[in-house]
């Protein structure tokens, strides 16, 4: 499989990438990024391409970049803390518009051929919510799930837990992190329902990409089933 992974440096799409570059059945993994990683620790694997986005908003000029793609893994997202739902709106909604485009764009879908669109939303996304984020997420979907693609599946995850040594970049979220640490392998053992982790967020991916999964909607239960 050729993989499309936009988020690589997230908490997420850390594991992701791993569980990515571990596959026997990946040949070949672009990350799209907003920098360059050099100078950050930056993973070295022959799989592994990183290419630069100068407009995250139009990427239509990297329509080349996406020919041939299997699977679009999409893990890119910030948090809602302290954002309006306009900006809000912009980063999660327009940005994976964006993408979505450029790649059916490159990849249109045909009897047997066409791209598999992953993305990674959260747990109590709903559309027609109270909730600001989750109404943004839910719209989010809803248009993804419109689109021509050869599938699109939705992840729901609850709680993370962060493994092989993978920390999360949000500021708000490495503290709480870090006190649980020695809690989270007891939490994902005993909340199967709520809780998964990277690993397991990684190779449900990598599932769904290869095999189909009846479901398009994923919570937690079904990503740590596979």
């Known amino acids: 499989m050729r993989i499309i992974l936009f988020g690589a440096t997230g908490m997420v799409g850390q594991g992701v990438l ?3 570059l571990l596959d026997p059945d990946v040949d070949a993994v672009l990350s799209v990024v907003r920098r360059a990683s050099a100078g950050s620790a930056p993973v070295k694997n022959e799989k592994l391409r990183e290419i630069v986005a100068d407009n995250f908003y ?5 329509r080349s970049e996406f020919a041939g793609c299997d699977a679009c893994f999409f893990c890119l997202g910030v948090s809602s803390f302290g954002m309006k739902e306009p900006e809000y709106r912009r980063i999660t909604y ?7 485009h ?14 598999t669109f ?10 027609n919510g109270r909730q600001m984020w989750a109404r943004v997420k839910g719209e989010t979907e809803n248009a993804l799930l419109a689109m021509p693609f050869k599938s699109v599946y ?12 993978i920390k999360s970049k949000t500021a708000a979220y490495r503290i709480p992190y870090m006190l649980l640490k020695p809690v989270l392998p007891l939490l994902l053992r005993a909340f199967p329902k709520v809780m998964t982790s990277t690993r397991q967020v990684g190779r449900a991916m990598l599932h ?13 239960k079904d990503i740590a089933r596979m």
């Open 18 to 20: 791993r569980e990515c």
């Open 58 to 62: 139009d990427l239509s000029g990297l």
């Open 94 to 100: 327009d940005i994976t518009m964006a993408a979505a």
């Open 102 to 115: 450029a790649i059916l764009q490159a990849n249109p879908t045909s009897a047997g051929s066409g791209t």
């Open 118 to 127: 992953v993305y990674v939303s959260g747990a109590g996304t709903d559309a």
């Open 154 to 165: 939705l992840f729901r995850p609850g709680g993370i837990v962060p493994l092989d040594g």
């Open 208 to 220: 769904v990409a290869s095999q189909g999964y009846p479901m398009q909607v994923l919570e937690a």
